[in-house]
């Protein structure tokens, strides 16, 4: 059974930084895509960041410079760096993983892991 599990939320304050994590179990599967989404209050689940399994990574315009993905293949992780954080960083960021397992392709999500950037 494959689950995703995210770590790393919080309270920071602006201009702070947090890393999120994201671990897929799951025993012969295979991981193409690999991203982060979020969602503001009352708004809709936006991409954030995302990256190929050949590492080829896209970004919202509105993180691009602050935040960065990253992938720990072996381990199947991925992490995100999130820097000089705003207010409208503000909001529940979910891991996404395409995973293929037993020959067969879906689309899976985390819990979402609360980020709260307010003084």
């Known amino acids: 059974q494959v689950q995703l599990v995210e770590s790393g939320g919080g309270l920071v304050q602006p201009g702070g930084s947090l890393r999120l994590s994201c671990a897929v179990s799951?025993?012969?599967?295979?991981?193409?895509?690999m991203a982060w989404y979020r969602q503001a209050p009352e708004e809709g689940r936006e991409l954030v960041a995302v990256?190929?399994?050949?590492?080829?990574?896209n970004y919202a315009d509105s993180v691009k410079g602050r935040f960065t993905i990253s992938r720990d293949f072996a381990q199947n992780l991925v992490y995100l760096q999130m820097r000089s954080l705003k207010p409208e960083d503000t909001g529940v960021y979910f891991c996404y993983a395409d995973v293929t397992d037993g020959g067969i392709q879906s689309d899976y999500w985390g819990q979402g892991t609360q980020v709260t950037v307010s003084s």
């Open positions: 799951g025993s012969g599967i295979t991981i193409d895509d």
């Open positions: 990256m190929t399994w050949r590492g080829v990574t």
